[in-house]
Antibody, heavy 122, light 110 residues
Framework: QVQLRQSGPGLVQPSQTLSLTCGIS??????????WSWIRQSPSRGLEWLGR?????????DYALPVKSRISINADTGKNQFYLQLNSVTPEDTAVYYC????????????WGQGTLVTVSS | QSILTQPPSLSAAPGQKVTISCYGS????????VSWYQQLPGTVPELLIY???QRPSGIPDRFSGSKSGTSATLGITGLQTGDEADYHC???????????FGGGTKLTVL
């Protein structure tokens, strides 16, 4: 049974960095059949894919264009978890953030974290 | 504005059938598999349909998916009040190099 467990602060000040962690149980972050993604959801934008990291003989990252200049997603194989960092946040970044597993063969999200509401406010 | 287009809302009576459309383009739905997610109020999205028309174990056969050209459709028969939820479609987009979602459809079972 694969489970994703998110952790991180729910309040971030404008211009600071949003940092979230997703811990994986029941699978490996180094799995060659999965990609580990971050998605956010807000009333104004719906579900929005932010990016992913995955291992195919080397670590590969893909990022959504709207956040590409501000985002970093990394994996820690020793702790079997992956991270989201989003820099220079504004109130527009206020959303519920999810981590999710994307099965790489045909492509779909079959496991989701519990979600973290992150509010950007001073 | 979402890359995939869904109707914002639909309503139907219990026992009825409803279809939810998802329109895309040749760079996403036209050449890639579509998945659908059900998000009950206040909960995490859950995989409902994958690979256009496949149901994960535990999903009742009242839910079905299909794809034709650059559009996909989610069908729900025998509507129940417990089906009231937001439904989202998704696919990989080769042009963007990203997963794209529809804007979500809020289904009300009257």
């Amino acid at each position: 049974q694969v489970q994703l467990r998110q952790s991180g602060p729910g309040l971030v000040q404008p211009s600071q960095t949003l940092s979230l962690t997703c811990g994986i149980s029941g699978d490996s972050v180094s799995s060659t059949s999965a990609a580990w993604s971050w998605i956010r959801q807000s009333p104004s934008r719906g579900l929005e894919w932010l990016g992913r990291t995955y291992f195919r003989y080397k670590w590969i990252n893909d990022y959504a264009l709207p956040v590409k200049s501000r985002i970093s997603i990394n994996a820690d194989t020793g702790k079997n978890q992956f991270y989201l960092q989003l820099n220079s946040v504004t109130p527009e970044d206020t959303a519920v953030y999810y981590c999710a597993r994307w099965t790489h063969h045909t492509g779909y999200f079959d496991q989701w974290g519990q979600g973290t509401l992150v509010t950007v406010s001073s | 504005q979402s890359i995939l287009t869904q109707p914002p809302s639909l309503s139907a009576a219990p026992g009825q059938k409803v279809t939810i459309s998802c329109y895309g383009s040749s760079s996403n739905i036209g050449t890639k598999y579509v998945s659908w997610y059900q998000q009950l109020p206040g909960t995490v999205p859950e995989l409902l349909i994958y690979d256009n028309d496949q149901r994960p174990s535990g999903i009742p056969d009242r839910f079905s998916g299909s794809k034709s050209g650059t559009s996909a459709t989610l069908g729900i028969t025998g509507l129940q009040t417990g089906d009231e939820a937001d439904y989202h479609c998704a696919a990989w987009d080769d042009s963007l190099g990203a997963v794209v979602f529809g804007g979500g459809t809020k289904l009300t079972v009257l």
